[in-house]
């Protein structure tokens, strides 16, 4: 898909926003989620001009020369940047927000020139947020909450940062003191400040719900509570303005018969629900596919998810995952009034799996009878697919790699799982604080090498999301910065994860997807789980076997052979496409464009034929080997005086039965490739006849050019001169001549 492509989709996903916007405010007053506010614009030129780069209300950019949101928008430098009204916006000049980092509040900066002059190297991360006034005594304080300590600013702002203080835990003193401005205790909690590490020194007791203007230090703290005095939220009531809740049917004609009804006509509920289908989404729920390695954290992150230690069994080393876990959350979406909508996490065994790679193939075989079984997803595709590794894994471009054969298992469901037009794929590479201080501090060169592999070995649609992650942050002692942690480098985890979701969902146009995840996420308390298991097929299943091929099968020595090959050919598709858009092509060169997209898509499919043959040639000397081992086990049970005699027989048998199986194979290559052979003959023949066009063409239009030109300076010169002197007439007729002439 080209730049072009996708502004043109962002552009219509904007327009859609503003058109729901407007039906609704008609339609009995209901009120539509999209309302978000704007906080910022960088701009590529001076005066704010140019290109421009949005910031709404929490968006964050941490490495602004890699983010692909700045190449949707065809981003390339800033020169000058707008912070709206009530709201602030942090320019560092390194990446991961690290350097210098000013922060300025509302206003128009034209240019550069107000940074400071120690700020060098261009604009590399930025995070933009807007001021919101709020009661201290407002704050909601859940059950797995003891306090919360408030940094600068207290608890009267919205966005004020703050850290979780719940079981007994250790401060780094460096990292806190002085900075603590307030506190907020759950109610029935008694917070109790230690001076000196390791709960020693002197003793300071905070027992207020609200202890505001706290002015001392402290390096530890011991806090509990009596959960009788608990007190749960209550939801606030539905307002009347919002549309009349519906249950979506899950069929695509149901909902249109349902809009041609006059009752739900327009309502917004299921105008979404039809764009999310007609997109292959669910029309009423939203699934997430959680994938990967074994040991990376899945279920992991799935609990902290949605602030819920005991959703999943967590395991250390080994996987407790042993079947395919639906887990099921009823989460109604009151603003577009669909009242059976629900998330649904789809937890997996981890690949790689300590138990052989029978369990691998079994695992496989029991997802592909789970996605041709279910109710939805045998039609549609995940809203978002989640793909664990370790982010430490030293050996990514061996052919050994755990990473590599992850990807190639997961290339069978390629077309099942994801979008073509825009990936809703999401790597997820856990256990980052294991890596060196330098690595995690600036990860880009690992997630460089992490995506080049992804590339190389796979054909995953662009783009390639990546995200860092750490299973174990209390364990490294993570700050706990409003609900989040933050990572060595100054990335807030789950928050990143959220983040590369809602950016996933709304660039697909899956609003109901979007939707049911800010709902769930936002205020996952009091949930009601379910889940539903689907326990792994026998070894006896067919497709077991099918898997055990694949995964001992040759593939990822064959696709990390081509690897070089499939990087070409995609770097010159990417480069064509950005010279399609940089230039103002005619329809020549469009044809041009099509005709080498198609001599690509040709040299892609001779190229898959070759892996397949060379797959099933694989694959038949396995079996031929296994059954010369059988042979010769069965002569030497029997003995005999001719037995060598018959041991050589069925080698024999075995290399003829061998060349037949080659010479079948190449021919079989010979005949499928054929036909796609004279095809790229025929549009290499295409691009030599486009390119003398082309040339021909070119050489016209620029004697067209210079010949325009130079009437438009004698146009130039005879205004001038005539303004000059209007009654030479010498002059007029002289230069009407030489206009005449060109």
């Known amino acids: 898909m080209t730049n072009s492509t996708r502004k043109n989709e962002t552009l219509w996903f904007v327009l859609t926003y503003i058109f729901l916007t407007k039906f609704v405010s008609l339609s009995e007053c209901w009120e539509t989620p999209y309302r978000e506010i704007q906080c910022g614009t960088l701009h590529s030129q001076n005066n704010l001009g140019g290109q421009q780069f949005p910031f709404k209300d929490g968006d964050e950019s ?75 005594e407002d704050t909601f304080m859940k059950k797995s909450s003891c306090a919360r300590a408030y940094f600068k600013g207290g608890c009267e702002t919205c966005n004020s940062l703050y850290t979780e203080l719940a079981n007994t835990s250790y401060y780094d003193g460096e990292d806190f003191q002085g900075d603590v401005e307030a506190f907020r205790l759950r109610k029935g909690c008694r917070l109790t400040l230690y001076a000196e590490e390791d709960f020693e020194g002197e003793e300071e007791i905070i027992s207020e719900e609200i202890f505001e203007n706290y002015n001392g230090t402290f390096s530890s703290y011991e806090c509990k509570c009596n959960d009788e005095e608990y007190v749960p939220r209550a939801p606030p009531p539905r307002p009347i303005t919002f549309p009349p809740l519906v249950d979506v049917p899950g069929s695509l004609d149901d909902i249109i018969t349902m809009l041609r009804n006059e009752t739900y006509s327009r309502h917004p509920g299921l105008e979404t629900a039809k764009k999310s289908m007609e997109n292959r989404r669910s029309g009423r729920n939203a699934y997430i596919l959680v994938v990967g390695s ?33 887990i099921r959350i009823p989460v109604p979406l009151d603003k577009l009034g669909i009242s059976n909508s629900e998330l649904r996490i789809i937890d997996t065994p981890g690949l790689g799996n300590t138990r052989g790679i029978e369990q691998d193939a079994k695992f496989l075989a029991t997802l ?11 039609h549609r595709i995940p809203n978002v697919v989640l793909i664990f590794h370790n982010y430490n894994d030293k050996r990514l471009n061996s052919s050994a790699s755990r990473f590599v054969k992850l990807i190639d298992a997961l290339e069978s469901f390629r077309s099942r799982i994801t979008d073509r037009n825009y990936s809703n794929v999401i790597f997820v590479l856990s256990h980052f604080c294991g890596g060196s201080k330098r690595d995690t501090r600036w990860p880009t060169n690992t997630l460089k090498q992490f995506k080049e592999v992804i590339e190389d070995v796979s054909l995953f649609p662009n783009p390639i999301n990546l995200v860092v992650a750490e299973n174990d942050a209390e364990e490294y002692k993570l700050p706990l910065l409003n609900g989040y942690y933050k990572l060595p480098n100054n990335e807030y985890y789950p928050r990143n994860l959220f983040e590369k979701m809602d950016q996933v969902t709304k660039n697909t146009k899956d609003i109901v997807g979007a939707e049911i995840f800010q709902t769930a996420f936002r205020d996952p308390e009091n949930l009601n789980v379910t ?32 690897a070089q090959k499939q990087k070409a050919i995609q770097k010159e598709r990417q480069d064509l496409i950005m010279q399609l858009e940089k230039e103002n092509y005619n329809e020549n060169r469009k044809a041009l464009i099509e005709i080498k997209l198609k001599e690509i898509a040709v040299v892609e499919r001779i190229s898959q034929e070759n892996k397949n043959s060379e797959r099933e ?6 079996e031929m080997r296994k059954q010369l081992q ?34 079948r194979v190449e021919r079989e290559l010979k005949l499928k490739t054929m036909r796609y052979r004279d095809h790229l003959n025929n549009l290499k023949d295409h691009m030599k006849l486009y390119t003398e066009s082309m040339r021909d063409k070119f050489s016209l239009q620029m004697l067209t050019w210079e010949r325009e030109q130079r009437k438009l300076d004698l146009i130039c010169n005879w205004n001038v001169t005539l303004t000059q002197n209007a009654t030479d007439v010498d002059t007029r007729a002289k230069l009407l001549q030489e206009l005449k002439g060109i």
């Open 62 to 136: 941490a490495n602004l020369f890699e983010d692909y949101r700045a190449l949707l928008f065809g981003w390339n430098i800033t020169s000058s940047f707008l912070v709206e009204s009530g709201c602030s916006m942090e320019i560092c000049n390194e990446t991961y927000f690290d350097g210098v980092c000013p922060l300025f509040e509302e206003g128009s900066y034209p240019s550069l020139s107000v940074l400071p002059a120690n700020f060098t190297g261009g604009v590399g991360s930025v995070r933009c947020y807007c001021r919101k006034e709020c009661k201290c």
């Open 294 to 326: 074994t040991g990376s954290g899945k279920s992991t992150a799935i609990n902290l998810l949605l602030d819920n230690p005991n959703i999943t069994e967590v395991g250390d080393y080994v996987t407790t995952t042993t079947d395919i876990n639906e």
């Open 368 to 378: 592909e009878n789970y996605l041709d079984t279910h109710e939805e997803l045998k």
């Open 531 to 562: 889940s539903s298991h689907f326990p792994l097929v026998d070894s006896e299943n067919p497709n077991v076997v099918k898997y055990m091929r694949i995964l001992t099968s040759a593939w990822s020595f064959l696709t990390l052979a081509s």
């Open 617 to 622: 040639l694989e694959s038949s000397i396995t």
């Open 630 to 663: 059988e042979s010769l086990e069965d002569i030497q049970q029997e003995g005999g005086e001719s037995m060598y005699e018959r041991i050589e027989s069925a080698h024999y048998e075995f290399y003829l039965k061998l060349r037949e199986t080659r010479q």
